[in-house]
């Protein structure tokens, strides 16, 4: 079997590939343009990348013989992994090599804000001796805040512990079990550690709800000379605002990994301010975690390609083609189903129940429970999110994830059914497939009977059962030029209570959402993206 390797990987994993006689190893020497690189696709098995080559439809039409693609680190943007799937080939990454390697990073930069190391080094290689200048704080007896509790902001919490300093969270997944178990004060909200936090360091996924949140308005709810730091995502903090409050000594400094933009460019006005220490990407730049992500990558392609075993796959590894083709809209069903009620529940949500009825009973469960728990956590784990990681996901938040299959006899000959439960509330929704075609549809939502066609916009509210309300919603749909595609209505009994869905052509604007929460007969008005 043939296994070609485009991108530099640690040499113990390249050995640890040339040492099974049955594989014929290639190492690429440099980058390879897309042209070049499909005729030496061409015989490959296995095709091992980093973040530099990419896998695309090309490729991988011009490699009738690939099986797998391994990525040598977490993600795998430069892979089409959708086509990948469609032609059985396995995608897989490395989702832990380089855990530790960012939590080691983030606590030195966090030393090195606090004592000021960076800046009284070049002082000394500038030959002084300020010794009064570069006067700095304890840690011990300090609060660290860490927004985002995943795997490197529970790492960088225990390091923080073992220096005597108190931890606050702020993470609206992390489930309170799991906050006791790793002995941090969780917030239930951000402000709350915004207010007490003497160092604030992000760990949170880059997403449409972190994007710019470490902005100025959360400057001017910490203590003043508060310390940040950011090794997660380029653009949770906003750079100009991050800028602005260090020159007003509101905040005491800052210490960076990433960017907005990377590199950063020459005149990036953070760059000469001396209470800002930065490097270049460096979260998983260390020996340990390049030669963590090349073993395991090398191991878990020779696992697939000798044993058939499947380790750390990010799509479906498990299903031949044909069987692929028979779960597939299933899989588009629970990613629907999950993400739907990723946007609807509440955030803090301590067990998911997966209901399978009817033919769905006979179907592979695990690979369409990652489905759901994908769309469910894209909320929080953002892009990171993906099949592979979801259910160590789920554990690290003390989301416990259930599945039962029932016999429970429906309208519906094959049905799922997601159940979301935060404390005693719960909050709901399940599907069917529809005709030859293999339709998705959500048949039910707050266990209220729907028809809704999982795509783009919805707009759900619950509303008084008026006449004219449909009148009403299309109009105000109308002045601000928002086209109706499809909707639902449901009604508990004639003038009582009603659940209204919307599917839309585009995302409401805020000024309609206002305008009709003003309506005292219109309540729960939610607008979710599928």
């Given at each position: 079997m043939n296994v070609l390797v485009c991108d530099p990987i640690s040499p113990k994993g390249i050995a640890l590939l040339q040492k099974?006689?049955?594989?014929?190893?290639?190492?690429?020497k440099q980058k390879t343009p897309e042209a070049e690189l499909l005729p030496l696709v061409k015989e490959a098995n296995a095709i091992v990348v980093r973040s530099e080559t990419k896998i695309t439809k090309?490729?991988?039409?011009?490699?009738?013989?690939?099986?797998?693609?391994?990525?040598?680190?977490?993600?795998?943007?430069?892979?089409?992994?959708?086509?990948?799937?469609?032609h059985g080939i396995v995608v897989m990454n490395t989702p832990s090599g380089n855990t530790i390697s960012t939590a080691e990073l983030t606590f030195s930069m966090?030393?090195?804000?606090?004592?000021?190391?960076?800046?009284?080094?070049?002082?000394?290689?500038?030959?002084?001796?300020?010794?009064?200048?570069?006067?700095?704080?304890?840690?011990?007896?300090?609060?660290?805040?860490?927004?985002?509790?995943?795997?490197?902001?529970?790492e960088v919490a225990k390091r923080a512990l073992a220096f005597g300093m108190?931890?606050?969270?702020?993470?609206?997944?992390?489930?309170?079990?799991?906050?006791?178990?790793?002995?941090?004060?969780?917030?239930?909200?951000?402000?709350?550690?915004?207010?007490?936090?003497?160092?604030?360091?992000?760990?949170?996924p880059s997403t449409q709800e972190t994007k710019g949140m470490v902005n100025a308005a959360a400057f001017a709810k910490m203590k003043k000379g508060v310390r940040i730091l950011n090794c997660a995502r380029g653009g949770i903090v906003n750079e100009a605002d991050l800028y602005a409050a260090i020159k007003s000594g509101q905040v005491g400094g800052a210490a960076l990994d990433v960017y907005e933009v990377e590199p950063p460019p020459a005149q990036f006005q953070l760059r000469d301010l001396p209470q800002v220490i930065m490097t270049p990407h460096l979260g998983a730049s260390t020996a340990?975690?390049?030669?963590?992500?090349?073993?395991?990558?090398?191991?878990?392609?020779?696992?697939?390609?000798?044993?058939?075993?499947?380790?750390?796959?990010?799509?479906?590894?498990?299903?031949?083609?044909?069987?692929?083709?028979?779960?597939?809209?299933?899989?588009?069903?629970?990613?629907?189903?999950?993400?739907?009620?990723?946007?609807?529940?509440?955030?803090?949500?301590?067990?998911?129940?997966?209901?399978?009825?009817?033919?769905?009973?006979?179907?592979?469960?695990?690979?369409?429970?990652?489905?759901?728990?994908?769309g469910f956590l894209e909320q929080a784990g953002g892009r990171e999110v993906n099949q592979v990681n979801v259910r160590s996901m789920a554990h690290g938040l003390g989301l416990v994830v259930e599945e039962i299959k029932s016999n429970e006899a429906t309208d519906f000959n094959e049905w799922l059914h997601v159940a979301v439960y935060s404390g005693d509330q719960k909050t709901s929704a399940g599907g069917s497939i529809f005709g030859g075609k293999s339709l998705p549809r959500i048949v039910r939502l707050y266990s209220q009977p729907v028809e809704i066609v999982p795509e783009g916009v919805l707009f759900i509210l619950t509303n008084k059962d008026r006449p004219g309300i449909v009148g009403y919603l299309g109009t105000l749909m109308a002045k601000y030029h928002v086209n109706i595609a499809n909707m639902s209505l449901n009604r508990d009994a004639e003038g009582g209570e009603a659940l209204t869905i919307l599917n839309l052509d585009s995302v409401p604007p805020t000024a309609l959402i206002e305008e009709i929460q003003k309506d005292p007969d219109i309540r729960n008005v939610r607008v979710v993206k599928l």
């Open positions: 099974r006689p049955e594989f014929t190893v290639t190492v690429l090309k490729v991988i039409e011009a490699a009738p013989n690939l099986k797998v693609v391994g990525r040598a680190g977490v993600g795998v943007d430069n892979v089409d992994v959708d086509f990948a799937t469609e966090l030393m090195s804000l606090a004592r000021k190391i960076p800046q009284a080094n070049m002082s000394m290689k500038a030959g002084l001796w300020n010794r009064k200048e570069f006067s700095g704080t304890e840690l011990h007896g300090k609060t660290l805040g860490i927004l985002g509790m995943g795997r490197i902001g529970s108190h931890v606050l969270a702020y993470d609206p997944y992390l489930s309170l079990a799991r906050a006791k178990a790793l002995q941090v004060d969780l917030k239930e909200k951000v402000e709350e550690v915004y207010h007490d936090a003497d160092f604030v360091t992000v760990h949170m340990e975690a390049q030669e963590n992500v090349g073993i395991e990558v090398a191991e878990a392609i020779t696992d697939f390609l000798l044993q058939g075993v499947v380790r750390n796959a990010v799509n479906l590894p498990n299903l031949d083609a044909q069987s692929y083709q028979t779960v597939r809209p299933y899989l588009v069903l629970g990613e629907k189903l999950g993400r739907l009620l990723g946007q609807i529940s509440p955030k803090r949500c301590d067990r998911l129940v997966i209901t399978y009825g009817g033919k769905v009973t006979q179907m592979p469960s695990d690979p369409i429970s990652r489905y759901v728990l994908k």
